[in-house]
Antibody, heavy 123, light 108 residues
Framework: QVQLQESGPGLVKPSQTLSLTCTVSGGSIYSGSYYWSWIRQPAGKGLEWIGRIYFGGSTNYNPSLQSRVTISVDTSKNQLSLKLSSVTAADTAVYYC???????????????WGQGTTVTVSS | EIVLTQSPGTLSLSPGERATLSCRASQSVSSSYLAWYQQKPGQAPRLLIYGASNRATGIPDRFSGSGSGTDFILTISRLEPEDFAVFYCQQYGSSPWTFGQGTKVEIK
């Protein structure tokens, strides 16, 4: 069974770059039937989609974050990564990675989620 | 950007009762690409429904989704104790994908 595990610094200083990794176990990250997303959730608030990447490398980002975000995949390590630059306190949140399934133009939602990792932006 | 508005904000019900949650979109959701997720405290969201009405693998049949266009409904036919949580709708028909603000289903 596929499992996702987020990791990275729990504390980032303002103006720095937040870097997180999502390690995929129990399956390959390299599949034409999957897309990989990052989602975040400030404490006590709702979910915000950050962006997604397909196995071919194409990406889509939330326009509200597009100028600061990069999502990439390292197939040799079976890992997904997130980089968010110029962070502020507003970027403090639990960050989740998730796998979505699709076949052609049929999408099946984000089926597998990591447990999430808390990132605090503070000096 | 499609804005999703969920109602009510909180639903207070007893086990065994029926829950009806609403999700209204600011514009039509293409191909009924509307999903529902359940989130319990301290846990990641869990996919319940995709494509507006299709149950995800392993989801009990007391959960059902319906709707199209701009109006969608999640129904829990008989609440079990483990169903009390926050529920989010999400549209993935147009970018950016967006979530509703959530409906909390609490024990009355």
């Amino acid at each position: 069974q596929v499992q996702l595990q987020e990791s990275g610094p729990g504390l980032v200083k303002p103006s720095q770059t937040l870097s997180l990794t999502c390690t995929v176990s129990g399956g390959s990250i390299y599949s034409g039937s999957y897309y990989w997303s990052w989602i975040r959730q400030p404490a006590g608030k709702g979910l915000e989609w950050i962006g997604r990447i397909y196995f071919g490398g194409s990406t889509n980002y939330n326009p509200s974050l597009q100028s600061r975000v990069t999502i990439s995949v390292d197939t040799s390590k079976n890992q997904l990564s997130l980089k968010l630059s110029s962070v502020t306190a507003a970027d403090t949140a639990v960050y989740y990675c998730a796998r979505g399934d699709y076949i052609g133009t049929d999408y099946y939602g984000m089926v597998v989620w990591g447990q999430g990792t808390t990132v605090t932006v503070s000096s | 950007e499609i804005v999703l508005t969920q109602s009510p904000g909180t639903l207070s019900l007893s086990p065994g009762e029926r829950a009806t949650l609403s999700c209204r979109a600011s514009q039509s959701v293409s191909s009924s690409y509307l999903a529902w997720y359940q989130q319990k405290p301290g846990q990641a969201p869990r996919l319940l429904i995709y494509g507006a009405s299709n149950r995800a693998t392993g989801i009990p049949d007391r959960f059902s989704g319906s709707g199209s266009g701009t109006d969608f409904i999640l129904t829990i036919s008989r609440l079990e104790p483990e169903d009390f949580a926050v529920f989010y709708c999400q549209q993935y028909g147009s970018s950016p994908w967006t979530f509703g603000q959530g409906t909390k289903v609490e024990i009355k």
